[in-house]
């Protein structure tokens, strides 16, 4: 009997050690597809007048969207005080297109000179890495 007691001890052992790998495993998988994305990245910037005060500002992104649970969500435009100039909403993942570059329409006042861009993402909402771009005035 004590041999059939030593044999269940071992392999209820063994099933827990392989269980806890199993979570480990699980566990890692886990926060791994959640976090490998990271942040988006700002990788160009290009602002043309269009006139009436207004410019196009069009701005490329790279992130390794996973899907709807984690892609790049948003860019801002911000002035030199950090006061929203303007804002596009990115309505879906861009998986297989990377990197990706989207515009917007934006009044600027003639007093802002600089400008800066905060990219987000559906997780880690903004970037703390920005991006700053001159105006161009004619």
Excluded at 43 to 56: H, K, L, Q, S, Y
Excluded at 96 to 107: D, M
Aim: hydrophobic share 40%.
């Amino acid at each position: 009997m004590h041999k059939i007691t030593q044999a269940i001890q071992i392999r209820t052992g063994i099933f827990n050690t392989y269980h806890q790998w199993l979570l480990a495993v699980a566990a890692t998988l886990f926060l791994c597809s959640h976090v490998q994305a990271g942040d988006a990245a700002i990788t160009g910037v290009e602002i043309t007048p269009a006139g009436d005060g207004a410019f196009r500002i069009s701005v490329t992104l790279r992130h390794d969207d996973t899907g709807w649970d984690h892609y790049a969500n948003r860019w801002d435009v911000l002035d030199e005080a950090g006061n929203l100039l303007g804002s596009r909403e990115l309505l879906h993942p861009h998986v297989n297109e990377q990197p990706f570059t989207r515009s917007l329409r934006v009044e600027i006042p003639d007093s802002v000179k600089v400008v800066t861009i905060v990219a987000a993402d559906s997780v880690h909402g903004d970037n703390k890495e920005t991006v700053k771009a001159e105006v161009p005035r004619e």
